[in-house]
């Protein structure tokens, strides 16, 4: 949440909440980190225009502008989703809710750990991000001291500087290095910044899922446990039976918030997955065009390399934690029948067959309108991603004797030629 909120990615409704004049100001801020990722997105575009007019096409700078205008598209896509759809703020405020009753109410030590452990999971591998993303900054950074491109115009022959990222700046980058330099890495930093946090920010709500079917789970298994602990919240005068059905209604009522939490995100954000796809399938295919059509460069290499593993990693999460939902909702009966049920009443016998049957509906994270998020979707996506990825490049060979595929990996000189 607070890196979020450093860029104003975080929704304005729920900061500031005592201080209007703090939270105004944190709206218009929120708007100008945004009006700068848009910036960057369309100068970007138009950079990839221009590098499409060359004479002669420079596929690895192509290739590289395509890889992050497109990642940077889509998180563009995402906040403006977060910021339109109510959905949104609608299970921000839920988890906010639940966290504080969690924490005030609950006197189970074993929930809380569950909670706990589940967000300390989450974080962990939100920090494993973090070093991919700072990994793939320092490629982008070191590149313009390390590659060197020579076209050809005309009868002569130049040397470009490139820069952290591939954007159109309003003044000539060939003659003034460092400070296209300086704004093209303010841009590549809070380009950087938006899809970590974002990324962030989305693993933790799919995660807060997890973490409510887990504790559901717990509760299952310990039922008469907890039907001692809910006796005295709801009366003592309340003869067993009738406490064992208000027991089990709590956890019905506890599977239907997590029901309606689930159909909220996918309302909110199954859409943003449908672009997701589709950008990583185009990323995939730049980085093989790279492998296929370019002279290889350590530089290149590692570049490609590190692109390939964040971007894949990050894909993975959002499918693992997906599979995770699907998998626990299908397992509730499981925990279901190691508890008592047996020495159960009869009615909330009928009540544990009702819910056993519900638990039977596939709770699913979707990607629009196209699928369900699960590991085996990913594997089946990620395949095929790379059987296209192997024949998108070979359409450039038809256009080989116009390309320039061999960049120096030597250090550029301040001077053309």
Known sequence: MICCSLLGIFPWQFIFTENPIFQKAYKYYSNVTLSYLALFIFGAYVELLFLFHEETLRIDEIMRNLCVTLLCTVTIIRVVIMRVKPHFRNIIQEI??????????????????????????????????????VIMCLMHHLRPFFVVDIVKRGNETVALWTFPVSVALPFDVQRNFWGAFCFSSSMALNGASFLTYIDALIFSLIAYAVGQLKILHYILINFDEFKGKFGPEMGNFLDDELLSVLTFKKCINMH????????????GMSVFMVFDFLQTSLQL???????????????????AVSFLISSTYRLYMFYYFANEIMYLNETLPLSLWQSKWYQQPKRVKYMMQIFILKCRTPLVLTIGSFGKMTLSTFLSVRLSQIKTSIFYPLIFRYFRPAIHTSPSSTPRSTNNQ
Request: aromatic share 12%.
């Open 96 to 133: 906010i809710d639940k966290e504080h009753e969690i924490f005030t109410s609950s006197n189970d030590e074993t929930i809380l750990d569950i909670y706990r452990g589940v967000a300390a999971n989450t974080a962990r591998n939100i920090k494993f991000l973090y070093v991919q993303v």
């Open 285 to 303: 295919a730049s980085i093989m065009s790279e492998f296929i059509l370019m002279d290889l460069t350590v530089m290149t290499v590692c570049y």
């Open 256 to 267: 239907r918030v997590i029901i309606k939490y689930i159909d909220n995100f996918n309302a």
